[in-house]
């Protein structure tokens, strides 16, 4: 079992920055991949951004070159460093985590999941 616990949300300006934090425990080691994903009232859940543990990343085009998730394995602790956020950002952010992911975006492959984090970019 694994456990997720995110951190860092809030209400920002649009063109601002957030980082969020996810701390993970339990059975870490079994971890393949970790990944933020949003939600936002009636719409999808959607992949944000995810880290494996080859070293490769994927993101979601629209926040290409805004975000950037990277990994503390010392502390167990995922990151997504927000900049340039814009009022579309606003949702619900989830961190997530698996032992075997085949689409590091796709919400369906990730078992475990956090409680979430709230994202509010104003204009």
């Known amino acids: 079992q694994v456990q997720l616990v995110e951190s860092g949300g809030g209400s920002v300006q649009s063109g601002g920055s957030l980082r969020l934090s996810c701390s993970a425990f339990?059975?870490?080691?079994?971890?393949?991949?970790m990944g933020w994903f949003r939600q936002s009232p009636g719409k999808e859940r959607e992949g944000v951004a995810a880290?494996?543990?080859?070293?490769?990343?994927s993101y979601a085009d629209s926040v290409k070159g805004r975000f950037t998730i990277s990994q503390d394995n010392a502390k167990n602790t995922l990151y997504l460093q927000m900049t340039s956020l814009k009022p579309e950002d606003t949702a619900m952010y989830y961190c997530?985590?698996?032992?075997?992911?085949?689409?590091?975006?796709?919400?369906?492959?990730?078992?475990?999941w956090g409680r979430g984090t709230q994202v509010t970019v104003s204009s």
């Open positions: 997530a985590a698996d032992p075997k992911v085949y689409n590091p975006l796709d919400w369906t492959d990730f078992r475990y």
């Open positions: 339990g059975y870490t080691d079994s971890l393949d991949c």
């Open positions: 880290i494996c543990s080859d070293g490769t990343t």
